[in-house]
């Protein structure tokens, strides 16, 4: 057998192995395929389903007076919480009002009493405050509860480095009193009788900000992933005792604390955001409450590697921290 021959024999053994190899892996290659596509298929079309039924459908009436008479909203007097006071007035609740300014609270407690027609009760506080639950105990003591937020909260004035905050031991201790220990010791004094009663719903607001670590903002969002890690373990403990605890998280709603006045699609007003973010209680544990921002969230935390969401959050608040001490003149 001369040499070229020996070589094309050689090539068509190979060949033919190669053929008999493809053809014994064509059948597991189709069911590999088969199921990866069946299983693409039933992931779109359980988040399709699950989206209409959050986004669409809601919740019906689960969020009525029958849940208990009264509805409590820290931070009241203003932006989101002013929203949850007014659309839970609306749905029948009594509401207790709670913020610091008196005068504030009275307007709210006013114009809720003339356009729904519900008994409003107000408590001035500060949450910058420690000694001021025994006061709260007093005044809640009287009510059925149906429904808490834990709405209060406070951010930064502007972005900044965390060395430079201006009052920064006066600054860490109010955003922690406002934004964490508010949270423990409302819940602590509302939840007993709502286990009590076996029903009861706790929305705690965090912040999209707590969802991955926000540069020149970081004491902020360190304070809303405690919000958000509270809800979800409540949660778990609660669930099988009938009581709702929800962690609600935010991207940009036009409000006093964003200084945004022309509200987008992406930034909506207080109340659109609410009105929202109530159809979702009950049907998600944890939620960014308005469907572009279940958006944002699923592209900032899925999509995105979290350098990248690091890295561009960082380059806006230096923009926004420029901005603000170009126009203050402090530079
Ligand atoms: N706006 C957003 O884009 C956004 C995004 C994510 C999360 N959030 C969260 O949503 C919540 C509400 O934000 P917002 O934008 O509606 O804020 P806002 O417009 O600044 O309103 C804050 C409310 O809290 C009250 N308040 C502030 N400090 C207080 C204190 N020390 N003691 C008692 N009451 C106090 C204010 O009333 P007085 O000044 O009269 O006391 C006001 O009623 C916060 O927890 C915030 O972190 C907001």
Redesign the pocket.
Known sequence: MGVRQHARQTADTELFNVVEMLQRAETPLYWVGAITTASLVLWLLYHILTGFRIWVLGNGDLLSPKLGKWAVV?????????SYAEELARRGFSVML????QE??DDVARSLESLYNVETKTVA????QNDIYSKIETALAEIEIGILVN?????YPYPEFFLHIPDLSLFID?MIN??ITSVCHMTRLVLPRMEARAKGVILN?????GMYPVPLLTV?SAT?VFVDFFSRGLQAEYKSKGIIIQSV??????????K?RKPTLD?PL?DRYVASELTTVGLQDQTNGYFPHAVMGWVTTVLAPIRVVIYFAMRMNKAQRSGYLRRRKLR
């Open positions: 820290t931070g009241a007097t203003d932006g989101i919480g002013k709670i913020s610091r300014s504030k609270l506080i500060d949450f910058g709405n209060v909260g406070v951010s109010n406002v934004n607001i965090s912040s999209a900000s902020y809303k998280l935010p991207f940009f709603v036009a409000t006093k604390m964003t945004i930034k207080p």
